[in-house]
């Protein structure tokens, strides 16, 4: 199970631009993004290609699970033996159904948030398959009628390290144009 961390990559105001590009359009060309922030083409692709090594960022699709074809979309929230936690999480992790897993705090131990084409299909998941994972003591499930927000885009600043010394550090580069000044460099 890849497991993500918590802890912040450092990246700059530059990076935090292609980031905010890319979620507005995650096909926009680098050459269009490059014109856009007054750099070259090839330190934006370098950026990108360094945000997505480092996992800052995946590029895809992302498919509304109710158009095509999961009917039912449920929330599962699991009570687990803590000692049974990792080894339930990598086998939740590897199925098909789901599609976020997550450890928390609370009331519960795992959340999890899974699509199922039908009924019987989220009962065959309920009771046979969730049956054969390690720890699971209970699980609370909400079915999920009508989706109001979806939406994986975040505000984003840069994340920068603080330097021995206090102060904060990261790359520096040129300041990237604004629309306007843009507007004023292409009309020459």
């Excluded at 699991?78 to 992790?93: F, G, P, W």
């Excluded at 098909?96 to 928390?104: A, R």
């Amino acid at each position: 199970m890849a497991t993500e961390s918590a802890e912040s990559v450092v990246f700059d105001d530059l990076d935090a631009q292609i980031i905010t590009l890319l979620q507005n359009d995650g096909r926009r060309p680098t050459v269009e993004m490059a014109r856009h922030l007054a750099v070259a083409e090839g330190t934006v692709r370098k950026r990108i290609e360094r945000l997505i090594r480092e996992k800052v960022i995946q590029i895809g699709a992302w498919a509304d699970p109710l158009k095509i074809g999961y009917q039912n979309y449920a929330v599962l929230m699991m009570h687990v033996d803590l000692r049974d936690l990792e080894r339930a999480a990598e086998q939740l992790s590897k199925m098909p159904e789901v599609f976020f897993l997550g450890t928390c705090t609370g009331g519960f131990d795992l959340f999890v948030t899974a699509c199922f084409r039908s009924l019987e299909h989220m009962h065959e998941f309920m009771t046979k398959r969730l049956s054969r994972v390690p720890g699971i003591q209970r699980v609370s499930t909400s079915h999920v009628t009508r989706v109001k927000k979806r939406d994986y885009s975040f505000r984003v600043t840069a994340v920068q390290r603080e330097s021995p010394g206090g102060s904060r550090r990261g790359r520096r580069h040129r300041r990237p144009r604004t629309t306007r000044e843009s507007r004023r460099a292409a009309r020459g």
